[in-house]
């Protein structure tokens, strides 16, 4: 059974730092493109970074870059998302997913993602 567990999310203050990591069971994990996404209330669940399978190279959207970093540990089968400078627009639900896609780079749609966790509630305050 493939399971993928979130963990990390919190309260902080805007300017604070959190880090979620995404421990992943039950897949060959090195086939797996492994993304982060948020959902915040009455919004769509969107694209936060993601690595592809294999070489892990990183993708951002332009709400994490140069705050966020995504990272891989194949010896834990866990990714990480280092979240710093926070604001309160970054309060959602951050998901992890997993997507069996091995011909480049790690995709960008929701719907595309095999496998999802339940989510971790990281909330900003002003």
């Known amino acids: 059974e493939v399971q993928l567990v979130e963990s990390g999310g919190g309260l902080v203050q805007a300017g604070g730092s959190l880090r979620l990591s995404c421990a992943a069971s039950?897949?060959?994990?090195?086939?797996?493109?492994i993304g982060w996404f948020r959902q915040a209330p009455g919004k769509e669940r969107v694209i936060v970074a993601c690595?592809?399978?294999?070489?892990?190279?990183?993708y951002y959207a332009d709400s994490g870059k140069g705050r966020f970093t995504i990272s891989s540990d194949s010896a834990k089968n866990t990714v990480d998302l280092e979240m710093n400078n926070l604001a309160p627009e970054d309060t959602a639900v951050y998901y992890c997913?997993?997507?069996?896609?091995?011909?480049?780079?790690?995709?960008?749609?929701?719907?595309?993602?095999?496998?999802w966790g339940h989510g971790t509630q990281v909330s900003v305050s002003s």
């Open positions: 039950g897949l060959a994990f090195e086939d797996f493109a």
């Open positions: 690595v592809s399978s294999g070489d892990r190279a990183a």
């Open positions: 997913a997993a997507d069996y896609y091995n011909l480049g780079s790690c995709r960008k749609l929701a719907a595309l993602y095999n496998y």
